[in-house]
């Protein structure tokens, strides 16, 4: 789903529900249209979860406020370890995701939900240039409340990215949270290794 932004923005602010959450930037909505032409509203809000990582969440709304699809992401620049090296450290990133999608399953046309997970590795946090690493992996585990709908995992060596999605297995009545959790893997000579979770839930 291609975004592009227009200039309206309205900042929100944003309250937080735990204790171990610290909110660093207050929501934002910003008006925008897919490739379609239709209407999207983008909310972005950024926190600090309880391992003292900063999170951005961005949300994708259509026109009536549902949410089509939602992201969190967190990255890092990796200590060095060991010899000093004149390469530039690479910038990592790891996300989650829920997305729907409209599809003919369970006899049915009908709306389908994925959880995605991603484990990226860059040049700089410019996020412009891939940079391989020695191992680079992710799973992804869809819950629907505290129930394990589908699991995934994807580990790539030597490469930049890794992929894993997990969907929907059966119809559910919405009664409970649609929650995407992904545990990354990233590891590289001369740098430590980061083994970060993410997770995004859906609001109901």
């Not at 709908?149 to 649609?178: C, G, L």
């Amino acid at each position: 789903m291609g975004v592009f932004f227009d200039e309206e923005k309205i900042f929100l602010p944003v309250f937080c529900l735990a204790v171990s959450v610290s909110l660093v930037m207050p929501a934002t909505l910003a008006k925008a249209s897919n490739e379609n032409g239709d209407s999207v509203i983008v909310e972005k809000e950024q926190y600090i979860d309880e391992f003292g990582d900063t999170v951005n969440v961005t949300r994708y709304l259509d026109s009536n406020g549902e949410v089509i699809q939602g992201t969190v992401e967190k990255g890092m620049i990796p200590e060095s370890e060991g010899e000093f090296t004149i390469n530039a450290a690479p910038y990592w990133s790891a996300s989650s995701s829920i997305s729907r999608v409209w599809e003919k399953w369970s006899g049915s046309p009908q709306v389908r939900i994925y959880g995605n997970g991603r484990s990226a590795s860059y040049t700089s946090s410019s996020k412009k240039t891939y940079k391989a690493i020695n191992t680079i992996g992710v799973k992804n585990t869809l819950f629907f409340g505290s129930v394990v709908e589908h699991s995934s995992s994807k580990t790539n060596n030597n490469a930049s990215t890794a992929a894993a999605s997990s969907k929907q297995q059966s119809f559910k009545i919405p009664t409970a949270r649609w929650k995407s959790q992904s545990n990354h893997t990233f590891k590289h000579t001369g740098y430590k290794s980061w083994y970060p979770t993410t997770t995004y839930t859906d609001k109901l």
